[in-house]
């Protein structure tokens, strides 16, 4: 069936990307998708939606079309109430930029490298733990380990009620970039009271000296940002910085563990981890779609459509982009030039802290591969369904020492 937007025909599709059938495997859906044209009608949510490769970049790129200012979930932010105070991910220029350059001065690649250090010391003892161990689940025993402890304490925060907290917060901060059904409702339901909890963590007498949380509020004592802002940043951190990393993890051990001749060649040279990383963001992206909304009227691939349009990005399957990425796209390669992925989107939003989820995957997958000869899935990883995350709720693996 088509709609007919004015400007073009669409092909309308009544799919919900969002039921658990899809969101379990939504690479069937994403083909289609991409299959119908540069964009979709999604009948169920009413919205236009983006899953090609081309097209999820050049909105991505085109930041004065495509603003984040209404919000990167489906509602719009300028006619309905955020569900907390908008942050950097939800801001544009020129309030942005001054966030923005204040954060990237705290999360530089040089800023970060004096993490790696602690890093691998956690790393060295976790992975004697699990060697120990006839038996792990990947994500408990190192997914979720591993980035609370050590980015909680680069952050600064206390050690007290990380667990309890981070991950309900962030399991319903992301919720909000989704539909509001019942799975949205049940992450809210979860995370009831962490909102405060984080908000609490980013005052300046909770956070460490010498921390990221501290740097930034030292950009507050120079003027460069408001104390508004201060917390807003710290909050960023706190709950676009845990999940994601600890999904990636968790993505990039399945692939590699599914995968035995991966594994094989990363043990045999640690030094395609950072390969491996890439490649997993491309092949399971964490964070599966957000939202822009339009600043004017507008017309892309001869679509019209007029301001304040919200448009969805699907970057989940502009990673799986066979037009993109070449006929093995559904493949997992650790020889793949898996960069230009949209896993951390593009643009000037793309995250920011970058540098410390890569520094934290090449750590813990260092260790492992010079340390793990092999991995064996000793049953099928639980999916965790969750509308814009992708990742596992568990992982039983086995791992074989070297
Ligand atoms: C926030 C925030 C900032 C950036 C990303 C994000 C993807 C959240 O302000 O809490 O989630």
């Not at 491996?276 to 822009?292: G, N, V």
């Not at 049953?379 to 509308?387: A, C, F, K, T």
Request: charged content about 25%; glycine content about 8%.
């Amino acid at each position: 069936m088509n709609k007919t937007l004015s400007g073009a025909d669409v092909v309308s599709l009544p799919d919900d990307p969002y039921s658990d059938e899809n969101l379990t495997d939504p690479y069937p859906l994403f083909e289609r998708m991409r299959s119908s044209g540069p964009a979709v009608w999604l009948e169920k949510y009413g919205v236009l939606a983006f899953s090609r490769y081309d097209e999820c970049r050049e909105i991505l790129d085109d930041y004065r079309t495509f603003i984040s200012g209404a919000g990167v979930g489906p509602k719009n932010l300028h006619d309905n109430p955020p569900w907390r105070p908008q942050g950097i991910l939800e801001l544009d220029p020129p309030i942005h930029t001054a966030m923005r350059t204040a954060m990237s001065g705290v999360i530089s690649p040089r800023g970060v490298r004096s993490l790696r250090t602690s890093f691998e010391a956690f790393a060295e003892e976790l992975v004697d733990d699990v060697l120990a161990k006839a038996e792990i689940d990947g994500v408990a025993d190192l997914a979720e380990i591993f980035p609370i402890r050590v980015f909680g304490d680069a952050v600064g925060i206390p050690r007290e009620g990380r667990e309890k907290n981070l991950l309900l917060h962030g399991a319903m901060n992301f919720s909000a970039f989704g539909p509001e059904n019942d799975r949205h409702q049940l992450y809210f339901e979860k995370g009831a009271g962490t909102h405060e909890w984080v908000m609490e963590m980013t005052s300046r007498e909770n956070l460490a000296p010498g921390g990221l949380g501290q740097q930034i509020w030292d950009f507050a004592d120079r003027g460069e940002i408001s104390a508004d802002q201060a917390p807003l940043l710290v909050r960023a951190m706190l709950s676009a910085g845990l999940d994601t990393t600890i999904f990636s993890i968790g993505n990039t051990l399945v692939a590699l563990a599914s995968e035995p001749s991966q594994w094989e060649a990363l043990h045999a040279d640690p030094r395609l981890v950072k390969f491996a990383i890439d490649e997993a963001l491309r092949f399971e992206s964490p964070f599966q779609s957000f939202y822009r909304t339009t600043s004017s009227d507008t017309s892309f691939r001869g679509i019209n459509l007029p301001a304040a349009t919200k448009v969805l990005l699907f970057v989940g399957s502009a990673n799986r982009d066979t037009a993109h990425w070449g006929p093995d796209a559904a493949q997992f390669r650790l020889d793949r030039q898996a960069a230009g992925h949209l896993a951390f989107g593009m643009g000037i939003h793309q995250c920011v802290g970058q540098p410390i989820s890569r520094l934290e995957m090449e750590v813990l997958f260092t260790a492992l591969a010079r340390r793990v000869k092999s991995i064996e899935l000793t049953e099928q990883p639980v999916p965790l369904l969750h509308n814009t995350l992708r990742g596992w709720e568990s992982i039983p693996v086995r791992l074989i020492p070297a």
